[in-house]
């Protein structure tokens, strides 16, 4: 347990952790508190790299493929509890090869971004609920869980460390990848009794090659990415190991990422890896932004979560949390219905959706005077809060 001398530096943590609506609850609810056991941020080591690479050329740059001079690492043991955090200097991690993580995907991973507006200074887009979202994983994967405030102020540290890596572009960031893996060095299908949570940092420009042109999908029913008791509403590498075949299925048929269905009724659930999204006219002569509900298969994306809360507070349309089908998308294209389609995430933000190959069909989707609609709207709004261009409490200064 926490001890009472350790209380202060869990104070100044939450105090510089962002208070976003509902989070007193969300917190309570996945035990991050004062009574969880946790590493401090005030006790993080700090080993600075002798050498700096040197930064990267934005343009082309692909995602993922450059990293910044220090990482960050906790250890843990069900003998010794958390260990001190360590920022040191990027390097390979050594692990056994019985590690659990390799052998029984004991894993998960989180994903976040710092932008840096015009005014230099840097922002994380609500980093709380990538805190809340990662013990939610961490719970399903039997890894002990921790104090999010504590896990975003060693972040924050991190970040200071390596603020020139932070690109001064709008169109570009500082990809955070928070990853926990459990350690375990035996052979037992078992609850890990060693665990290392580590943070990584990668510059990062757009993530399509497209850049913001639509994107293709491939829509066939024999590949399923979750399901209902699995672990699809979680961020475990397994579930996206699990779509790689599929992937490259679809860009065999011409398309460059997979609209994953699910049922005997073709459910319409995500898109690639990012939640998915119809503006149309519903069956009742609505106008409405609909998107899938949180139904235990489908990742509770933080900017699906940001599109619902911003439209909803303009007001100018329904906005639902539904069951879609391709019958559905099929009747509403037949019928002129649809106005636009798109996908969401952390990665591209919102990602607009010119066709779908479903049971050898090219279904053609519209997009409103090519793309300058809503998507566009969401895109500029959303970027305008996270590079400081319009002030929010969704943006947290580093």
């Not at 050498?51 to 450059?66: H, I, S, Y």
């Not at 104090?147 to 540290?157: M, N, Q, V, W, Y």
């Not at 949180?294 to 007001?315: A, F, V, Y």
Request: proline share 6%; hydrophobic share 40%.
């Amino acid at each position: 347990m926490a001890s009472a001398a350790a209380a202060p530096a869990r104070s100044a943590a939450a105090a510089r952790a962002p208070r976003l609506e509902g989070e007193e609850e969300d917190l309570a609810r996945n035990d991050v508190s004062d009574s969880v056991p946790s590493f401090k941020a005030a006790d993080t080591v700090v080993q600075l790299s002798e050498t700096q690479k040197p930064k990267p050329v934005l343009e082309g740059l692909q995602f993922g493929t450059m990293f910044t001079d220090h990482m960050l690492v906790i250890e843990w043991s069900s003998e010794g509890g958390w260990g001190k955090p360590h920022i040191q200097p990027f390097g390979n991690l050594s692990i056994h090869p019985a590690c659990s993580a390799l052998h029984y995907a004991i894993q998960l991973f989180e994903g976040l971004k710092a932008y840096r507006g015009q005014d230099s200074r840097v922002r994380l887009f609500r980093p709380m609920l990538n805190m809340k979202r990662m013990l939610k994983s961490a719970r399903r994967a039997c890894l002990p869980g921790f104090d999010g405030a504590e896990l975003l102020e060693c972040i924050r540290k991190l970040l200071e460390v390596d603020q020139e890596w932070v690109p001064q572009s709008d169109s570009a960031s500082l990809y955070i990848r928070p990853t926990y893996v459990g350690t375990e060095s035996s052979l037992g299908v078992k609850k890990p009794s060693h665990a290392l949570l580590f943070v990584i940092l990668s510059p990062v420009s757009s993530y399509f090659s497209t850049g913001a042109k639509p994107v293709s999908l491939w829509a066939d029913p024999k590949y399923i990415r979750a399901w209902r008791g699995g672990t699809g509403d979680c961020k475990m590498g397994g579930n996206y190991g699990a779509s790689i075949y599929a992937q490259y299925e679809a860009v065999d048929y011409g398309c460059q990422q997979v609209l994953w269905l699910y049922g005997d009724d073709h459910q319409i659930t995500e898109v690639g890896t990012m939640n998915l999204f119809l503006y149309w006219v519903n069956e009742e002569g609505e106008e409405e932004l609909a998107t899938p509900p949180l139904d235990g298969i489908i990742l509770p994306g933080i900017t699906r979560q940001s599109i619902l809360e911003l439209t909803r507070k303009w007001g100018e349309f329904k906005v639902s949390e539904r069951y879609l089908t391709m019958a559905d998308l099929r009747l509403a294209l037949k019928e002129n219905r649809l106005k636009e389609m798109f996908g969401s995430g952390t990665a591209c933000v919102v990602s607009p959706i010119g066709r779908v190959l479903y049971q050898g069909e090219n279904l053609e989707i519209p997009c409103e005077v090519n793309c300058s609609g809503l998507i566009s709207r969401l895109q500029q709004e959303l970027t305008d809060i996270q590079y400081g261009r319009t002030p929010s409490d969704w943006a947290i200064l580093v």
